[in-house]
């Protein structure tokens, strides 16, 4: 086990290649799908928070199932939209980065505007008065809220990133895992267990934990800051 131990942890001194090469991978797509998830879930968060529509509990409902739905559901959802016999097949992502972005994307949204909801909703209930006395249109109040919430925002996107990049079963299945291309951290990780490669697989985990550890760190930083100014 100690040398185990040691040669990941060379791989990761020398810089190794292959290592670099799957992280480089994972953060692209991850990054990409958060960034795309960001952009469609804060709107949803925003426009459930604080608009009364017909079908707004059921459309509530629906984001908090999606949030918990296995990621190998999704997976096989987005493999069958993009084969080639599915509907999205002309356009030749599967086994692709930018297919492995959809699915990441489909993850993350739910989750960014399930939590973005919950954060601008209890807002929007202390400030929706003053917004109307005010006689601020709706998209000014809006922006100040999301500028006024903008602290535990992040700690929702933040969130999304953790969903993303510790995410296994959707990129295994859209991606293929292949070696240079769609491989990523966690299922480079599956994989290499599997054919007794520790080193690279754990010298893998290392680095899945550091960026974990890291979002957690300025998630903490955030909180830190948001508590000093405003109480």
Partial sequence: ML???????LLLAQLDAGVIGIVLVSLQVSLTALLFGTLLGLPIGALLATEEFRGKKATTVL????MGVPTVIVGVVIYLLLSRSGPLGPWGWLFTPKGMILAQTLLTTPLIAALSRQILEDSWKIHRDSFKALRLPHLSSLKWLMWDCRFSLTIAVLAGLARAISEVGAVMIVGGNIDGFT????????????????PLALALGIVLLMIVLLANLFTFAVRQVAERRYG
């Fill in 3 to 9: 040398i185990t131990f040691q040669d990941a942890f």
């Fill in 183 to 198: 491989r990523t951290m966690t299922t480079a990780i599956a994989l290499e267990t599997s054919k007794g490669d520790l």
């Fill in 63 to 66: 984001i908090n199932t999606l």
